[in-house]
């Protein structure tokens, strides 16, 4: 079910035409299955620097947990983060184009080019690794592929795409799965549709007031229509 928040005065609205809008989508975890991957990759590096594996009952804490707090929670070096980061997207780039597709994702993003729905991605994985996956998902619906480091915050990144992609605030949504999405667009001033499906809980995203939350993919798509 679409929960809708009341937008903040500065927020773009959605254009009625829809050729004048650009959809800009995280990757990990809205679009690629790849949480299972990632725990199992970061339990084998996390092993090389004395931090304990992962178990079930630590993921889904770190469901409810900011990305600063899981590092403290589970001692993370802040100076082993791009050690660790860039592995992790070695590692996956070895196995990303057998990774999952959320269900419904492939039909909502083809209807939204076949309304002259412009769509991007916005992610800190790598760009090899996503365009590696969509290739083997035959889905080469975006118009651009932006990969930026933004481990704790994506305000930076998002202005970035959108400048050189020559959009305006207000003709972008952005569709996220985690707290760090939801600020950032908070920041950037642009509407986000968070979506219940990825890596962080549907409580924990609704604390932080998105502009809407969504628990399928066909609700994205309704949002536009709408």
């Given at each position: 079910?679409?929960?809708?928040?009341?937008?903040?005065?500065?927020?773009?609205?959605?254009?009625?035409?829809?050729?004048?809008?650009?959809l800009?989508?995280?990757?990990?975890?809205?679009?690629?299955?790849?949480?299972?991957?990632?725990?199992?990759?970061?339990?084998?590096?996390?092993?090389?620097?004395?931090?304990?594996?992962?178990?079930?009952?630590?993921?889904?804490?770190?469901?409810?947990?900011?990305?600063?707090e899981?590092?403290?929670?589970?001692?993370?070096?802040?100076?082993?983060?791009?050690?660790?980061?860039?592995?992790?997207?070695?590692?996956?780039?070895?196995?990303?184009?057998?990774?999952?597709?959320?269900?419904?994702?492939?039909?909502?993003?083809?209807?939204?080019?076949?309304?002259?729905?412009k769509?991007?991605?916005?992610?800190?994985?790598?760009?090899?690794?996503?365009?590696?996956?969509?290739?083997?998902?035959?889905?080469?619906?975006?118009?651009?592929?932006?990969?930026?480091?933004?481990?704790?915050?994506?305000?930076?990144?998002?202005?970035?795409?959108?400048?050189?992609?020559?959009?305006?605030?207000?003709?972008?949504?952005?569709?996220?799965?985690?707290?760090?999405?939801?600020?950032?667009?908070?920041?950037?001033?642009?509407?986000?549709?968070?979506?219940?499906?990825?890596?962080?809980?549907?409580?924990?995203?609704?604390?932080?007031?998105?502009?809407?939350i969504?628990?399928?993919?066909?609700?994205?798509?309704?949002?536009?229509?709408?």
């Open positions: 079910m679409i929960k809708a928040v009341t937008r903040n005065q500065d927020e773009g609205g959605i254009p009625s035409n829809k050729k004048d809008l650009t800009i989508f995280d990757f990990d975890g809205t679009i690629a299955d790849t949480l299972a991957a990632i725990v199992r990759l970061a339990n084998k590096y996390n092993g090389a620097l004395g931090i304990p594996p992962l178990d079930q009952t630590d993921i889904e804490a770190m469901r409810g947990m900011s990305s600063r899981i590092l403290k929670k589970h001692r993370i070096p802040l100076a082993k983060l791009p050690y660790l980061l860039f592995h992790y997207q070695k590692e996956l780039g070895r196995e990303i184009d057998k990774l999952g597709l959320f269900p419904g994702i492939r039909e909502v993003l083809l209807e939204l080019k076949s309304l002259g729905v769509l991007g991605i916005l992610t800190s994985n790598s760009t090899e690794n996503v365009e590696k996956f969509l290739q083997a998902r035959e889905l080469e619906v975006f118009d651009f592929i932006h990969s930026e480091n933004n481990f704790f915050g994506k305000t930076r990144a998002l202005r970035h795409v959108m400048k050189e992609e020559d959009v305006g605030r207000e003709d972008v949504i952005y569709v996220g799965d985690e707290a760090r999405d939801i600020e950032a667009c908070r920041k950037a001033k642009v509407p986000v549709i968070a979506v219940s499906w990825g890596f962080q809980r549907r409580d924990f995203l609704a604390d932080h007031d998105p502009t809407y969504v628990d399928s993919p066909d609700e994205i798509l309704q949002i536009v229509m709408a």
